[in-house]
């Protein structure tokens, strides 16, 4: 993918180690993946070839005719995406069943304050900005001709048999694996359950103690990782959470802020734009409030070829070669319950192997609370 932002539930990637400011707040106002930042070019598709029989594959494609919604306007990506400009009461997020009644919101009631962000196309109604000075919002690679979706639409990336092929099953498509168990070798009570077996590892800081958040910022650069397989990824993102960390009743959103006042969680991206917003009525946890955030990295260790996979996290440097080398989060700051942004100073960190991947957290005044983290993963030392 080129150095642009595609918003397709979210989706964030860079071929250069730009800088982005990435801002969590609570509904998903374009679509209903979570919030990451990922790449993932020069993939392997040789260890990943399913044979798929008619009638499965007649199932996949009439899920996809539910969930892909008869666009006003569709719009092909250089990259191969396809966009669907859908009209903004028929997006999927709305076929949420707590969400039947919603009445979408199309700026916050309030920003924390020291903050002031300003609407994207979607969240004016997708107006048409070709003439005149031009949209200050997030460059999509569907962009690069001029097209922009209609006002009224939100932009979709259509879904396709090949997406959910990567899921472990069609009822798994699109769905969040839980992050559970507690048997991660020198874990602390209090940390984060993120070690589950599945192949999932990280190098996480987390905020520690039992105040409230209503919500979490950073500034993030972002590189292009090297990805192994096809059904790996690499990520870069900031989890708000709460709930159970047994696995049982966690409530989880992956990168944005909190209007306290409605308890709709909104995401901004950059130091201007809103992208849209999680609504409070599909959560138990976060309705109000959440208890831990997390900033990091996350890959999927698939193991394929009977070693560790070679999928880099961050920019694939450790965190000691420092700037210009490994990648990193600064200027970690939460929303307190005055509805102030402030810098995130009770930081632990995390990482299950420290051998592929790491973490080293720091402070300074002009980077605030951050650190540097990822790694090259199979290596002598990472087998």
Not at 89 to 103: G, S, T
Not at 272 to 282: M, S
């Amino acid at each position: 993918m080129g150095s642009v932002g595609k918003i397709k539930g979210f989706s964030i990637s860079s071929s250069s180690s730009s800088a982005a400011a990435l801002v969590l707040f609570p509904l998903v106002f374009l679509a209903q993946e979570s919030v990451a930042i990922s790449t993932s070019d020069s993939l392997n598709y040789t260890t990943f070839r399913p044979q798929i029989s008619s009638l499965r594959l007649a199932r996949i494609q009439r899920h996809l005719d539910r969930i892909n919604k008869p666009p006003v306007l569709t719009i092909q990506s250089p990259d191969g995406d396809i966009i669907d400009c859908v009209h903004r009461r028929k997006q999927p997020a709305l076929d949420h069943p707590l969400l039947k009644n919603h009445k979408i919101q199309r700026v916050p009631s309030a920003m924390p304050k020291a903050m002031r962000m300003v609407k994207t196309d979607a969240a004016k109604d997708n107006a048409n900005t070709t003439s005149g000075g031009g949209s200050k919002g997030v460059r999509q690679t569907w962009h690069q001709d001029g097209r922009r979706c209609p006002k009224g639409t939100v932009p979709i990336r259509r879904s396709t048999v090949h997406d959910v092929l990567r899921a472990k099953s069609l009822y798994d498509f699109g769905k969040k694996k839980s992050r559970y168990t507690t048997a991660a070798a020198g874990r602390r009570p209090e940390a984060p359950d993120v070690v589950s077996g599945n192949g999932h590892e990280h190098a996480i800081a987390y905020t520690t103690g039992s105040g409230e958040v209503y919500g979490a910022k950073a500034t993030i650069n972002v590189w292009d990782p090297r990805i192994e397989v096809v059904n790996e990824f690499s990520l870069s993102q900031i989890w708000v959470l709460s709930g159970s960390f047994d696995g049982s009743d966690l409530n989880s959103i992956e990168a944005g802020w909190q209007d306290p006042n409605l308890g709709n969680w909104w995401m901004g991206f950059g130091e201007n734009t809103l992208v849209g917003y999680w609504p409070t009525e599909i959560f138990s946890h976060l309705a109000d409030r959440a208890t831990m955030v997390e900033w990091g990295g996350e890959v999927v260790n698939s193991r394929a070829n009977g070693h560790h996979t070679l999928t880099q996290m961050g920019s694939g440097h450790f965190p000691e070669e420092g700037f210009a080398k490994a990648s990193y989060f600064r200027n970690l700051e939460i929303v307190d319950s005055d509805n102030s942004l402030s810098s995130a100073h009770d930081i632990s960190t995390l990482a299950e192997n420290t051998n592929c991947y790491n973490i080293k957290s720091s402070y300074n005044n002009e980077w605030g609370t951050h650190f540097y983290y990822g790694g090259p993963g199979k290596s002598p030392q990472c087998p």
